[in-house]
């Protein structure tokens, strides 16, 4: 188990050094510049401007000097915050983005997890086809579209929630964080309940949750203990990259609920050709989706007798 | 079975009291006056030597204040000038400051302003709005490192007075000296502290308000500065601007009185705007263009011929009142109407022509300049991803194909930040731009067509008449004389036509009906420092 662990964070330091590098190349070589602005600047100031940040050196040189930066763990400047730095944007936005992400992910297993179960029991029954009605609603409504209603709807017409925005004093309070939640989540209940009802009904039909019934355990104790546990499996590993994209933010659900996280800033960052700060959260999300997999690969085998690491 | 419809039952229920503990809390939680301002995009900087937005210019512009400021109506009036006096050759120019002091209590000096203009003009400041003060005298030489800070045209003579020398006479210094490039910064606090100056717990202020807290993407916080000359004036006492990159859901944020005012919406949303609330719309003409630009290094578009032919087919109105739909004016001049000092007699030639005819008459241009059946006249429009500008490109695609079947354009959307890098090293044909003046006067939208302002004159077109008569209007004090030489400089470049005008830009504000000082402008700058609420106001002046 240990080994298996050590061995997979080794492996984990190439992958990311590939996807810093794969990323930089690529974002030098999209066309246009961080100070190509609606006013140019004059040649000898933009000159001036481009040696401050290095911008001058041939790109492999800033690529070595940029990997240098990252071994003593300093991300870099940004190059359109005059004031910032990527470390200081990553630390305001992600917290936002992650507690919002964090909520959303817990949201859509509790509710699809359920829903996806009730659909498998009651097979073809009312309740059944309501749960698959709702995900394939939940599916085809996409959040932009979602997030609009649900603010005029919730907040504008009846009044009884912010359509936006933090609160200025108090931040992160619930009821700025409903709406957003909510509405990141049902996409992913809508996923997750049809996972659960598929692998439910296939458990449900195997044979040691018919020996379980057999040897005449009530009905709750078969579902939650044996059924269940298997059930979730494909959930598992569904639900390590999910969540590193939720974690990470949303830039459709920052962008309607005018919420300072840090998916809107690095689609801002990678249009504006702010490189640094796409650097930094490439980085961040490369990261996550390691660690999260990883998570989920342990935790499939802890629930998983049939899956041994060594 | 029992046990999970019980759980959701619980999940339910669970939501339902988030929901109503919710409602019960109220924003208001001291007796504090709040204004909250939708303020366009997050501030890339607080520095106003680095800034370079209208949205930052909102923020910093109620923390400071320069030599001249606006009033509610976007009116040049006198900031920390007392009385100024101009040298005959207008080329030097002596002010006295009023008596004022930082928030820190530290006096605001002609010392202050000289540090102030010396350091935006270093090289290391990495200033990229700098140029706008190359009319005074060695600016651009500081700027590029050919000089010493210390020989550039500014000099505090004692405390309180303070002389700025000029390359040419500007009738129109006091209205530059309303921009933020020009504002005084506490040297004490800048030497002190270095670039982190700004930070809120080390910024000291001269207008206003002060820094109170900056959280980014979220929300800057300002509150009154007890210290500034005329705080008994003022009625709001803090100010949170929130950044509203999203129209739609900054409309629903006003609408649900979350936020006092924004100064943008969707050119679309106007009409159903005005029937849900009528009383926030304000729709003002803007002091800016829309305006196409012509390569003019491509041996297609170095015709003059060919570039008014493809002006001309532009149906201007078509586009401003069933395109944008919010008020636009088509444009058949380049600069805006209302400008100062300026009498806006320059008009494209064929302005009141209808449509029709000077379809014709572009088909006859083209002929002339040698296009035709055999010889198809093809080039390839490109505009930017952003606004409105997606929308005019079918429409002007039509027009100019509607001039006969062998003029063939293809359109081209190109991300923002490549568009302007393109145009920059003239790598394009015809595209789309758009510009807003940076202070109320002609020369800066005229300067954008002189020959050295390349790369800025994207059009890379070279007019020796134009240059000499923009070069002569700027040496001549007298402001009506000025005007007119610029006008006929306005009229050779509208004959040429390297930009082809579209139509003129209007400012779009949705304000509740509450906040009472805001006056429509054509500057659209609106410093809070002149709003209040009409509730307060309507009461007794306590409080």
């Known amino acids: 188990m240990l080994s298996y662990l050590a061995r997979r964070l080794l492996v984990a330091i190439p992958t990311i050094l590939v996807i810093i590098t794969v990323a930089f190349f690529m974002m030098r070589a999209a066309p246009g510049g961080p100070f190509d602005l609606e006013r140019p600047m004059p040649e000898e100031i933009r000159q001036n401007v481009m040696a401050a940040y290095g911008m001058d050196q041939p790109i492999w040189k800033q690529y070595v000097d940029y990997m240098a930066g990252i071994a003593r763990f300093d991300l870099g400047p940004s190059l359109k915050f005059r004031d910032k730095t990527v470390a200081d944007i990553i630390a305001e936005g992600f917290p936002v983005s992650a507690t919002i992400g964090a909520l959303s992910i817990s949201l859509a297993v509790f509710v699809g997890t359920i829903m996806g179960s009730i659909a498998a029991l009651r097979q073809n029954s009312a309740a059944d086809y309501t749960v698959v009605g709702i995900s394939t609603i939940g599916i085809v409504i996409p959040p932009f579209v979602m997030g609009p209603i649900l603010a005029l709807l919730v907040g504008l017409h009846w009044g009884l929630l912010p359509t936006g925005g933090l609160d200025p004093r108090y931040g992160m309070t619930v009821e700025r964080l409903i709406l957003p939640v909510i509405t990141l989540a049902l996409p992913q209940i809508a996923i997750i309940s049809r996972l659960m009802r598929a692998s439910m009904i296939e458990v449900l039909r195997s044979n040691y949750v018919r020996t379980a019934k057999a040897k005449g355990l009530p009905a709750a104790s078969v579902i939650v203990r044996h059924a269940l546990r298997s059930a979730v499996l494909p959930l598992v590993s569904y639900l390590g990259p999910a969540a590193a994209a939720l974690l990470t933010g949303s830039i459709v659900i920052e962008q309607v609920f005018q919420l300072p996280g840090i998916g809107r800033q690095f689609v801002q960052a990678a249009l504006q050709r702010d490189y640094t700060v796409v650097m930094g959260v490439v980085i961040l999300y490369a990261s996550l989706i390691i660690i999260l997999n990883l998570i989920a690969d342990l935790l499939y085998a802890a629930l998983n007798p049939k899956v041994k690491y060594d | ?543």
């Open chain 2, 1 to 543: 079975m029992g046990i999970m419809r019980q759980a959701g039952g619980l999940a339910l229920a669970g939501i339902a009291a988030l929901a109503l503990n919710a409602c019960g809390r109220s924003n208001v939680d001291s007796d504090s006056v709040v204004l909250h301002r939708g303020n366009m995009a997050e501030p890339l900087t607080l520095d106003p030597h680095k800034a370079s937005g209208t949205w930052e210019n909102n923020i910093i512009g109620d923390m400071f204040i320069g030599l001249f400021t606006e009033d509610a109506a976007g009116e040049t009036v006198p900031g920390m000038a007392e009385s100024w006096e101009m040298s005959e050759d207008g080329l030097s120019w002596t002010f006295i400051l009023r008596e004022a002091q930082w928030s820190d209590g530290e006096p605001v000096t002609a010392y202050d302003f000289e540090y102030a203009l010396r350091r935006i003009l270093t090289p290391e400041t990495l200033a990229n709005y700098a140029s706008v003060l190359y009319p005074i005298r060695n600016a651009r030489p500081v700027n590029v490192g050919d000089m010493a800070p210390e020989e550039l045209g500014v000099r505090a003579v004692d405390e309180r007075t303070l002389v700025i020398e000029l390359e040419f006479p500007a009738p129109y210094l006091p209205g530059l000296l309303t921009h933020y490039t020009t504002f005084p910064v506490p040297r004490h606090v800048v030497e002190r502290y270095g670039d982190a100056w700004v930070q809120p717990q080390n910024i000291q202020t001269n207008g206003p308000y002060r820094l109170v807290d900056w959280r980014a993407s979220n929300f800057v916080h300002v509150t009154r500065n007890e210290l500034f000359w005329d705080n008994e004036n003022v009625c709001i006492d803090e100010v949170f601007y929130y950044p509203t990159v999203d129209n739609a859901a900054a409309e629903r944020r006003v609408r649900n009185g979350e936020l006092d005012l924004i100064t943008d919406f969707a050119g679309q949303s106007l009409p159903f705007l005005r029937q849900q609330v009528p009383d926030y719309v304000r729709v003002h003409p803007y002091l800016g263009i829309v305006y196409f630009s012509f390569n003019t290094t491509l041996e297609q578009f170095a015709d003059p011929r060919v570039r008014n032919a493809l002006g001309m087919a532009i149906d201007r109105d078509f586009i401003a009142e069933n395109i944008l739909r919010a008020g636009q004016i088509p444009a058949y001049s380049f600069i805006p109407p209302g400008v100062d000092n300026y009498p806006g007699t320059a008009r494209i030639g064929w302005f009141d022509a209808p449509v029709e005819e000077r379809r014709r008459l572009a088909r006859e241009l083209l002929e002339e300049a040698g296009y035709g059946p055999n010889n198809p006249l093809r080039f390839t429009y490109t505009f930017r991803a952003t606004g409105d500008n997606p929308r005019i490109a079918p429409v002007v695609q039509q027009d100019w194909q509607l001039i006969a079947d062998w003029v063939q354009v293809d359109i081209q959307v190109v991300e923002t930040q490549i568009h302007y890098s393109n145009m920059r090293s003239a790598d394009y044909e015809l595209g789309d731009g758009g510009w807003i003046g940076d202070y109320n006067d002609a020369y800066n939208f005229l300067f954008l067509a002189e020959t050295e302002s390349v790369p800025m004159n994207y059009t890379r077109w070279s007019n020796e008449a134009y240059d000499t008569l923009v070069a002569q209007a700027n040496r001549t004090i007298d402001a009506e004389e000025r005007g007119r030489m610029l006008a006929e400089a306005e009229q050779i470049m509208l004959d040429e036509m390297p930009y082809i005008p579209i139509v003129y830009y209007v400012n779009k504000s949705l304000v509740n009906p509450r906040v009472t000082g805001w006056e429509d402008n054509i500057v659209h700058i609106h410093r809070t420092r002149w709003m209040c609420f009409s509730d307060l106001e309507d009461g007794s002046a306590e409080g």
